[in-house]
C-alpha cells in the first residue's frame, strides 16, 4: 500500500527566501512520485514527477524535488520564492502496479499552503 | 495533451435534491477517468475510478455514485444530497500508469 505524509499543513516565507516543503512516502512497491500546485477554485496542475530516472527532477517555475530513498521523501525546493508561488501544494504517489485497478491511482498528501510575504 | 472539462464551476443544492455532475476528456482515448473530492483541510479522497466504459469501482461507501456511458465520459450522481456532500469536486485523467493525472478546474458543491 502506499501512503504520503506532508510535514506542515501551512509554510510561511518571505518573498526571495528558500522555499522546502517536506513530503515523506511509504510505498510497498518501487513508487512514482508527483508534486502537484493548486491555485484557488481551481484543479491541480502537475508541478514535477518522479519516475525512476533521475533522482533530482527539476519541475517548472523553478521547482525541483529530490528523491530520497534511504529516507523515503520527496522534498519540494524553490532557491527564492516568489509572491506567486502562494497556492496550496500536494505530494502524491502511485505505485508501480500492472494494469487494472491500480492504474495512475494517486495517493495523496493533506496539502502544504505556502504563504509567501513581501 | 489531454483537457478535462467539468461543469458548473459552481453549484447551490438544497439537502434532499439530486445531484449530477459531468466531466469529459478531450486529447486521449480509453483514458483512466476519477473524481475526487476536497474538503478543507483534508486533502483529496478518492471517490471512483473507471478504467472503461461501464466499469466504475468505488473507493469508499457513501451517498454517491458515478456512471461511464463513454469512453471520456464521467458522470458523478446522487440521488438525494446530504450536508456532508458538500465540497469540491475534481475530475481527473491520466492515460498510463507512469502518467501524471489531468484535472478537470472543479465543481464547488454548496449543499444548503
Redesign the interface.
Known amino acids: 500500500a502506499q501512503s504520503v505524509t506532508q510535514l506542515g ?1 501551512h509554510v510561511s516565507v518571505s518573498e526571495g527566501a528558500l522555499v522546502l516543503l517536506r513530503c515523506n512516502y511509504s510505498s510497498s512497491v518501487p513508487p ?1 512520485l ?1 508534486w ?1 500546485v493548486q491555485y484557488p ?6 508541478l514535477l ?1 518522479y ?1 525512476s530516472a533521475a533522482t533530482l527532477v527539476k519541475g517548472i517555475n523553478g521547482f525541483e524535488a529530490e528523491f530520497k530513498k534511504s529516507e523515503t521523501s520527496f522534498h519540494l525546493t524553490k532557491p527564492s520564492a516568489h509572491m506567486s508561488d502562494a497556492a496550496e501544494y ?1 505530494c502524491a504517489v ?1 505505485g ?11 495517493y ?4 502544504t499552503q505556502l504563504t509567501v510575504w513581501p | 495533451s489531454q483537457t478535462i472539462h467539468q461543469w458548473p464551476a459552481t453549484l447551490v443544492q438544497p439537502v434532499g435534491s439530486p445531484l449530477s455532475l459531468e466531466c469529459t476528456v478531450e486529447g486521449t482515448s480509453n483514458p483512466n477517468l476519477y473524481w475526487y473530492r476536497q474538503a478543507a483541510g483534508r486533502g483529496l479522497q478518492l471517490l471512483f475510478y473507471s478504467v472503461g466504459i461501464g466499469q466504475i469501482s468505488s473507493e469508499v461507501p457513501q451517498n454517491l455514485s458515478a456512471s461511464r456511458p463513454q469512453d471520456r465520459q464521467f458522470i458523478l450522481s446522487s440521488k438525494k444530497l446530504l450536508l456532508s456532500d458538500s465540497g469540491f469536486y475534481l475530475c481527473a485523467s491520466t492515460s498510463s500508469y507512469n502518467s501524471p493525472l489531468h484535472f478537470g478546474n472543479g465543481t464547488r458543491l454548496t449543499v444548503t
Open positions: 499543513s512514482y508527483f502537484y477554485n481551481q484543479g491541480l496542475q502537475l514527477k519516475t500536494f502511485s508501480r502496479g500492472g494494469r487494472g485497478s491500480t492504474l495512475g491511482r494517486l495523496f498528501g493533506r496539502g
